[in-house]
């Protein structure tokens, strides 16, 4: 069968070539010339009309995923070429009768979909890229790639399908442009047009793009790329090939306006128990985008809103010292974020809670990309209560020969007479094509009620990048005065250094263990207070794990760690014994005396199935002995989430989740602390552009009275800030979130939700017999994108 679907593959792409210039990516043809020509098309899906037959040929893919460097299983032919006002793509997609996972999907939800990246490299310069996806429906994914980026404010790291690992995208921003495919009999054919007005890109009259083209091939497991790139590479964008010559490019006058209208109800009980809605109006914003030049694009919002439209999934806490990350999920600052992203965290848009007004500029100019941001908060932010919050961004990086850049951060938060003031410097080197060095340094300076503080943070790494050996060495440092009023940082006051080695073996094409790998990775972490005066390390982990990739589209990892954590007086500190010494009580500081340090060793596994055109999964466990950082003492640990997808028919889509952490005492076995989180989702997709969903999700979670169990069993105790105590008491708490949703979303900014959201609790877990409602509510949201 394989051999007819290679045959069939090569009678087409040399029909469809004829005359047309025909470039190989296994034979190193990656300086391609499309053809420009001056005509328009519709976008069926089908590519019969006579620019087709002009089009430049892209054709002899290769492996890069699970298996680098090998013919691709399945062949991929792709059409270019380009109009006076738009780029155009031609896909066929060649695969055995019944291979191919096509379901209608909403918009960045291809997950399970044979699909095609295409990857523009607009300015050519290796480094930064546009991604617009397609299913083989013609299901529109797409983001952006920010190679080096190490930031805090970017949503959904990971490949543009959220898979393993082709390439690192931001999956925020959404482009205008038009795609349809369909199913053929040799695979599927999908048609693309990307408008000049949706990117940036050079101000100059001939000029060359970077192109790559990923397709994920489902029934295998496989990532193929047109050009044959390699895993041993510290760039993945650097090795694309080249669309030559492309001139005449007629973006026209770029201005965009979003206007919105959102409409909300909500509801709250009353004393007597009776439920009623608050009176509140709609609440109008907007906002506008603007091409100033080819390569620099201006935006302006007032009154932006959240589009939050489901309850985010419960995050578990692993340790109470580090702050947990949202993602941005407002369209004004989605919108060209891959430009603000910082090292570090030093910028982070969601601190701008609720703004009056923002204005941002994005682009690249001479080699320099460029992004500033510049907002009035809403006064009820303000910390003084003396005025709205005003924030100014900026964010800088410079090309430094091939690959290497040198960036520049400032940022500031003005509240009436303080202020927090952030200037950070990094840098990005790459040699030798495999090792990559990343340095940067920031201070900050800060003034609250008259007192001013300033305070370091650092951080440096060490990356190589190669076929069968990793190697990482960083470290990052943290002031304990330091501030980023405008960014995120997870915890303050801390040094964090680690080293790890990691190996890959790739096995022939066809073997049922595709590729299989090992690593082991030792990490120290301490107040930057003793690390900057030389002590030995508070926190140390030495983890051991192994990863294999088995035929078909199966992942499985697992690994054994140990780890012994050091007693954190500040994070004890307000926390005391209350102890009865001869018929006496007496309220004593709690140290953790007797138990300086935890040993504990760890087991975890990881699961993943393949995307099967009906169902995937995927299993995680964590287990063993482990910190139980409520008593300070060692536990009996078991963390584990199961996430489970069903289509059971091309529009209906299932989605389960179930998390579990457990704290169990070693010395009695009593389970201190334990929380499940099950959540469904139920989508129906009526068309491509509207569906009907239903989220459902129970946190329930029990924790006992809290004591110093290995020591002297006495009750803990919290001191509050008047001076008194509080005992650490233990609690049920069952809570219970619906909402539906139904949305309409032709394209990117036009929209149509309306939504009911509620809130309940009961006093027995998951028994549903006595549900409260405790809040409640009804939201219409309307906007349209006026495109000039």
Known sequence: MRRFVVLVSLVVAASTAGAQQVYNGRAGQLQVAPPRIAAAVAIDGQLSEAPWAQAAVLTGFSMYQPVDQQPAQDSTVVLVWYSPTAIHFGIRAFAPAGAINANLSDRDKITADDAVDIILNTFNDGRQAFVFGVSALGVQADGTINEGARGAGQRGGGSLDGSASTVQADLSANFVYESKGRITDFGYEVEVRIPFKSLRYQALDVQDWGVQVVRRVRYLGHDNTWTPARRDAASFLAQAGTLKGLHGLERGLVVDFNPSVVGFQNGAPRRDSSWRYLPQGPEYGGTMRWGVTNNLVMNGTFNPDFSQVEADVVALVFDPRQALFY????????????????????????????????AKLTGKVAGTNVAVLSGLDDRR?????????????????????????????????????????????????????????????????????????????????????????????????????????????????????????????????????????????????????????GRASQDRKLHFNGNMAVRGGWRMSGGIFFENFGFDSLLYQDHYIERTIGGQKQIVKFTGAGDPRLHNVDLTFRVNTPEWSRFSGDVFYIGGKDENFDEWQSGLIHIFTVNARWRPTDLLRLEAQYQQQEYNRWKTGETVNIRKVPR??????????????????????????LRDDQRTNDPLLLKNADGTYTRLSGFKRNRVRAD?????????????????????????????????????????????????
């Open 327 to 358: 993602p941005e999920r407002r369209p004004f600052f989605l919108e060209g974020i891959e430009n603000y992203s910082a090292p570090d965290g030093l910028i982070y848009t969601r601190r701008m809670v609720q703004p009056d007004f923002a």
């Open 740 to 788: 539906w949703l139904f949305s309409y979303q032709p394209t990117p900014g036009t929209v149509l939700f309306v939504g009911y959201g509620s809130s309940m609790s009961e006093t027995e877990p998951l028994k549903f017999r006595a549900l409260r409602r405790t809040s409640d509510g009804f939201f219409v949201k309307w906007s349209y994108l006026f495109r000039l």
């Open 680 to 705: 469904l989702k139920m989508e129906y997709q009526a068309t491509r552009f509207m569906f009907v969903r239903f989220v459902g999700q129970y946190d329930t979670q029990e924790k006992l009275d």
């Open 381 to 533: 932010n303000s910390l003084s209560g003396d005025g709205h919050p005003y924030f100014n961004v900026l964010r800088a990086v410079r090309d430094v020969g091939p690959l290497s850049r040198i960036g520049l951060t400032y940022t500031d938060r003005l509240d009436a007479d303080d202020y927090n003031r952030v200037l950070g410097v990094d840098g990005r080197l790459v040699f030798r094509k495999l090792w990559t060095l990343q340095g940067h340094g920031a201070l900050s300076r800060t003034r609250l009620d008259d007192e001013v503080t300033t305070a370091p943070l650092w951080s440096g790494s060490l990356g190589r990048n190669g076929r069968t050996y990793d190697f990482n060495a960083s470290i990052n440092a943290v002031g304990e005065e330091f501030d980023a009023q405008a960014g995120f940082i997870s915890r303050r006051n801390v040094a964090n250094y680690l080293v790890s080695h990691a190996f890959t073996f790739l096995r022939a094409p066809g073997s049922r263990v595709e590729s299989w790998g090992f690593s082991v990775r030792g990490q120290g972490t301490q107040t930057y207070t003793s690390f900057v005066n």
